[in-house]
């Protein structure tokens, strides 16, 4: 079993939304800290947001004000939602788990007109 399935990814306009959700297994999901990371082409992998079990968020500067990370401790499901997107957050999104250190398969965000 897949232990983080990302999904929500897509084309979107800039300006637009996305919300990307990742389902996590195999881990006591509610203790373990989380976060989305992205990698666009020709670049390291950079953090976007991490949660911490007890929901204190972090955000890269880049996109403060308009991604929003969150958590639903009831269904193992992580969030980001993405607002005002712009061409600069093109990019394969991946899940993050701490505990044990774990990456989903990643899900491409393409922001183009």
């Known amino acids: 079993q897949v232990p983080l399935v990302e999904s929500g990814g897509g084309l979107v306009q800039p300006g637009g939304s996305l919300r990307l959700s990742c389902v996590v297994s195999?881990?006591?999901?509610?203790?373990?800290?989380m976060g989305w990371y992205r990698q666009a082409p020709g670049k390291q992998r950079a953090m976007v947001a991490l949660?911490?079990?007890?929901?204190?968020?972090n955000y890269a500067d880049s996109v403060k004000g308009r991604f929003t990370i969150s958590r639903d401790n009831a269904k193992n499901t992580l969030y980001l939602q993405m607002n005002s997107l712009k061409p600069d957050d093109t990019a394969v999104y991946y899940c993050?788990?701490?505990?044990?250190?774990?990456w989903g398969q990643g899900t491409q965000v393409t922001v183009s007109s």
């Open positions: 195999g881990s006591i999901f509610s203790s373990n800290a």
């Open positions: 949660i911490s079990p007890g929901g204190s968020t």
């Open positions: 993050y788990r701490s505990n044990p250190v774990s």
